[in-house]
């Protein structure tokens, strides 16, 4: 069972555009939410993080949002550069401050910046 | 400083070999965490050491073990290779207690299973 759902493989979005990208999750036990990013042939690498205490966080051009009554959260790109042209994983923990050991992944969207 | 290591990077093996992948940590850190990244599954924990000992496993089979050495670097060992086992193998080290934004990731190892 897929607790945490990322239900678009891949988005295309114009340079300059917003990118959104979605996450849903059903475990009501999730208390803290992190996007990773990925190249090809690297390993993923933390963009940014947001706890159940809060419904936003934001980091230079990157915003997530959380939705707890709809078990959903979205990470925002604004404007969307070619650089971020990445496979995008959303990923949840229970109870552990985002510790690795609680870390439950979606499956990845790959954003595709288009010139 | 130098990031985390994995080798090898590919790897092909057939149906019941085992194999052994290696991960040597960013220097000073001392837990290592390890993913199984498919696309069918997406990133699945497998197990956390620290200080040698394992602190967290994921929900995988006997078959997948590893094993972490006073340097930290660690190994982790699969037996009895089946089709299913082709993945992306991650490593990823922390400093201290692993957490979600500072876990540094190695590239991989691609292990292909004919």
């Known amino acids: 069972d897929q607790q945490v759902k990322q239900n678009s493989p891949s988005l295309s979005v114009q340079e300059g555009r917003i990118s959104i990208l979605n996450c849903d999750y059903t475990?009501?036990?999730?208390?803290?939410f992190l996007w990773y990013k990925k190249y090809p042939a690297e390993g993923p690498t933390f963009l940014i993080s947001i706890s159940s205490i809060k419904d936003k966080n934001e980091d230079g051009r990157f915003t997530v949002f959380l939705n707890k009554s709809a078990k959903h959260l979205s990470l925002h790109i604004v404007p969307s550069q070619p650089g971020d042209s990445a496979v995008y994983f959303c990923?949840?923990?229970?109870?552990?401050?985002?510790?690795?050991?609680?870390?439950?992944f979606g499956k990845g969207t790959h954003l595709i910046i288009q010139p | 400083k130098a990031g985390v290591t994995q080798t090898p990077r590919y790897l092909i093996k057939t149906r019941g070999q085992q194999v052994t992948l290696s991960c040597s940590p960013i220097?000073?850190?001392?837990?290592v965490s390890w993913y199984q990244q498919t696309p069918g599954q997406g990133l699945q924990f497998l197990f956390e050491y620290f200080s040698e000992t394992q602190r967290n496993k994921g929900n995988f089979p006997g078959r997948f073990s590893g094993r972490q050495f006073s340097n930290s670097r660690s190994e982790m060992n699969v037996s009895t290779l089946e089709l299913g086992d082709s993945a992306l193998y991650l490593c990823?080290?922390?400093?201290?207690?692993?957490?979600?934004?500072?876990?540094?990731f190695g590239p991989g190892t691609r292990l292909l299973v004919l």
């Open positions: 990923a949840a923990s229970a109870g552990s401050g985002g510790g690795a050991d609680g870390l439950t």
């Open positions: 220097s000073g850190h001392r837990s």
């Open positions: 475990n009501s036990m999730f208390d803290y």
């Open positions: 990823a080290s922390s400093s201290l207690a692993p957490r979600g934004e500072t876990q540094y």
